[in-house]
Nanobody
Framework: QVQLVESGGGLVQAGGSLRLSCAASGSISSINAMGWYRQAPGRQRELVATITSDGTTTYTTSVKGRFTISRDNAKNTVYLHMNSLKPEDTAVYYC?????????????WGQGTQVTVSS
């Protein structure tokens, strides 16, 4: 079994910064791709950023230059550093990890953390 615990959300003014963390624990052999998604009220969940096991990153256009995804393989943790936050970044943020566990690949989601950006 694999558990993901997210932290770091909160309320911040426009232009501010937050750092989200997602730590995985349990029967983990390795973690492949890691990603962050977000879902605003009334909207579909969207992919925000990804990072592969070799450190290659991708970002959705609206966050390029403002958000940075990183990972600490020793801690099985992925981070999302968010700068220059805008009200439209308000959403519940979810981490998603591709994990090799007990000989099988599986996908796991975090519980979600609320990010609210006030104008």
């Amino acid at each position: 079994q694999v558990q993901l615990v997210e932290s770091g959300g909160g309320l911040v003014q426009a232009g501010g910064s937050l750092r989200l963390s997602c730590a995985a624990s349990g029967s983990i052999s390795s973690i492949n791709a890691m990603g962050w998604y977000r879902q605003a009220p009334g909207r579909q969940r969207e992919l925000v950023a990804t990072i592969t096991s070799d450190g290659t990153t991708t970002y959705t256009t609206s966050v390029k230059g403002r958000f940075t995804i990183s990972r600490d393989n020793a801690k099985n943790t992925v981070y999302l550093h968010m700068n220059s936050l805008k009200p439209e970044d308000t959403a519940v943020y979810y981490c998603n990890l591709g994990v090799l566990t007990r000989g099988s690949n599986a996908n796991y989601w975090g519980q979600g953390t609320q990010v609210t950006v006030s104008s």
